[in-house]
């Protein structure tokens, strides 16, 4: 990647959970920058962030924010991408936006650059990142579904407290010690910090991410369920999910089990096609205890996959063990990554 | 149940997790009692424990420590039963035994009272109590295979530590501890102690609950796989489990997607089914945010049932949330309660 070109970036959420690690993955992947703006709420306006060893003011943002910005990264919440993308695409930005906020509308391209990068050249300003639960399964799938075609998953979660910002991490911590010391607290932002109820989430499992649909399912359940169907450009696969908050920082896993159209294929088959591809680390030796785990992956941008075996009962059925850190491929990275794949596509 | 008649009753393993669960159980239920004694290895042997307001003091178990005994919970591991189950019954006394040592014995009943209380009348001496995660989930299963037929189940689990026993719970306290301190600390004793390798359990999810087979599966995932379908009479079931570890102390959730017969049925139809079955609690009320969690199952006798929903592609396929404490309904409470079957199906 040249460095001599460069962009103008701008970071909306710059001092969240994800932001932060958007600003890190820019400086760990030496993204080509003229001009960095960090961007927040009035609330954060004014943190002093560092990048590449220098000092940036974090800025409240308004439209004239994203004057002259070629590359707008957002994770600020739905409500705000709602208010500011289209004001960053009339200002001549591209945005990748990392909230549900655009991702089922049908001109707004999802990508997962592993999975559909060739979707990034119908983009008319807004690409939008997939939600992060979604984006490790498809990349574990899309391989699977290359060699084998896949007809069904079945995918349960487990899904660490980062996912739902700073403030949860903050609880999980904080609710800990209190339990450890037996001390008295108020559970105040899991499972969903607008939702009425909140639970505890330390040595406890909730099995609500997102606020419930009408149909029984959570908003994150038919997230995974719609966006690995658009991403795919699967429209006919059969896609369930349930998902779960666990007390566990950073790091999601996947239980999934799906069903390929192949006959006769084995678990060695599945292992040889996911050995090498593209963003996968395969970790799959029972004999020596090799499988994939969240505190093995955080800080990595792979997707980790293991425990695969075939389904002792359906020929064409089998299960996997997906992990990867939901900040950074599951939201940070894949968003960077996006980035990268524009410039290497000459669509920025 | 009359006090009246009373049974001499040995508990062997009476200082482990599960041990102590099946004391406080016995004081609970009341059940019949004329004397108690706890046994152990040489290692346990003079604890003092309480029973009934009383010290008892902890016997090193011996074979002539079961002359006289009239019912025998055992659940100290599976080669301790090996040795001593045997030698028990010779001696006159019923084993309920809560290891894995006998469940797939066909001459020994493998019994969970709400589901196959009558399999009790075959036993020669020995009753195989099921593994923990078993147990909750052919709770939840029955009742829907009795009113709609059931022909696929699809599981994946969140189990706590606890089921691991008491230097399992010990070694997340310190770990989490150590964490939250910034402190050093060597995993010794999860996933499974006597594995080559051990693992961080304190904010992590380990994909390995007991050792594994050759095919892949974890002995925890073919245990939940066949005593599914011993219990249930139903060879030709459709199992499939996926079991992970995590830092719960106490109480197993599941994430069950199961596939009925009867055709055109509804969410609705599942739970009223549930909501009048033995053993059940049904919470289950989304818009209410009301859902099973082990936080709340903790100390119940229970299996609670939530996030019953039809599945959107599948009309026979429905997904539900099974939670119980894994050392009561688990372990403790269906050994006493297959005790108490046997009284009052007159077997003892």
Known sequence: MSISKGYHVAVLGATGAVGQQMIKTLEKREFPIKKI???????????????????????????????????????????????????????????????SAYRMDEDVPLVVPEVNEQDLKLHKGIIANPNCSTIQMVVAL???????????????????????????????????????????????????????????????????????????????EVKMINETKKIMHMPELKVAATCVRLPIETGHSESVYFEVEREGLTATGIQEVLSSAAGIVLEDNPSEQIYPMPANAVGKNDVFVGRIRKDLDEDKGFHMWVVSDNLLKGAAWNSVQIAESLINLGLV
Request: proline share 5%; aromatic share 10%; charged share 20%.
């Open 37 to 99: 703006s960090f961007l927040s709420s009035a609330r954060s306006a004014g943190t002093v962030l560092k990048f590449r060893g220098e000092d940036v003011v974090v800025e409240e943002a308004t439209p004239d924010s994203f004057n002259g910005v070629d590359i707008a990264l957002f994770s600020a919440g739905g409500s705000i991408s709602k208010i500011f993308a289209p004001e960053a695409v009339k200002r001549g930005a591209i945005v990748i936006d990392n909230t």
């Open 142 to 220: 899309e391989p699977i579904r290359k060699a084998f075609g896949l007809s069904k998953v079945i995918v349960s979660t487990y899904q660490a407290v980062s996912g739902s910002g700073t403030a949860a991490i903050q609880e999980l911590h904080e609710q800990t010690k209190a339990i450890i010391h037996g001390e008295p607290f108020e559970p105040q932002v899991l499972p969903v910090k607008g939702d009425k109820k909140h639970y505890q989430i330390a040595f406890n499992a909730v099995p609500q991410i997102d606020k419930f649909m009408d149909n029984g399912f959570t908003f994150e």
